[in-house]
Each structure stands twice: as structure tokens, then as C-alpha cells.
């Protein structure tokens, strides 16, 4: 029998947190503390991106050797995106806005394709 996979959009909600690799809370890895956070709260899906250039606010161009990638000119930004429902994406910032006062933080409504199976 062959197996026929019908795309089924799902309207969630995807959070993205712009932040650096240097930036803590209470003496942690800030994108650590987040990643843990989401795990206790059961949010879906959580991915820490490390950039290999940018810049922010300030304008500080940061970028890493593409000579060698162990020599970085200074601390590289790094991309979070959260995804889940707009209830439980909601919850999860409002645990954590405190720690994000002075970052970059969008949200958008994404559809999500999940490949659903039908014989």
C-alpha cells in the first residue's frame, strides 16, 4: 500500500530572541536559563542558534575568524526561536520578560506543515 501525506497547516506562534552569547542570568548563560524555562514549561520546540556575524543597537560589528573559527574578534549574537501555541508562547514570555527588558524579541503567527500520514 502507498503511503500518501496530506499537509495540514497548523496556525501557531514563533517567538525569536535576540540576544549575545556573553549575556547571564543570576550568574547562568542566559540562553541556557531560557532553554531550561521552556523545559519545565513543555514548550514544543526550542533551538539556540549561534551567529557566525552581526550587529545590534549599537552597531558593534561582531563576527568570528573565518580563518579559525576558535579565534572570535569578540562575543557573537545568538538567535532563539520558541515555537508552540499563541497560549503557551504567552506564558513562556511572561516567565521570562524580566530577563529580556533590554533584547530584541519579535513574535509572528507561522503556519506549521505537519506531514499527516493517510493510507
Known amino acids: 500500500m502507498v503511503q500518501q501525506?496530506?499537509?495540514e497547516p497548523i496556525k501557531w506562534k514563533e517567538l525569536t530572541i535576540y540576544i549575545s552569547e556573553s549575556d547571564s542570568w543570576k550568574h547562568q548563560p542566559l540562553h541556557q536559563t531560557l532553554l531550561g524555562i521552556a523545559r519545565q514549561q513543555g514548550?514544543?520546540?526550542?533551538?539556540?542558534m549561534r551567529a557566525i556575524?552581526?550587529?545590534g543597537k549599537h552597531g558593534i560589528f561582531r563576527t568570528m575568524n573565518e580563518l579559525d573559527p576558535s579565534i572570535e574578534s569578540s562575543v557573537l549574537p545568538l538567535v532563539i526561536t520558541v515555537i508552540d501555541s499563541e497560549s503557551v508562547i504567552t506564558e513562556f514570555f511572561s516567565l521570562v520578560k524580566d530577563m529580556l527588558?533590554?533584547?530584541f524579541v519579535t513574535c509572528q503567527s507561522i503556519e506549521i506543515l505537519s506531514p499527516l500520514v493517510t493510507l
Open 5 to 7: 501525506y496530506n499537509y
Open 53 to 55: 556575524s552581526g550587529y
Open 43 to 48: 514548550i514544543t520546540g526550542m533551538t539556540v
Open 101 to 103: 527588558k533590554d533584547k
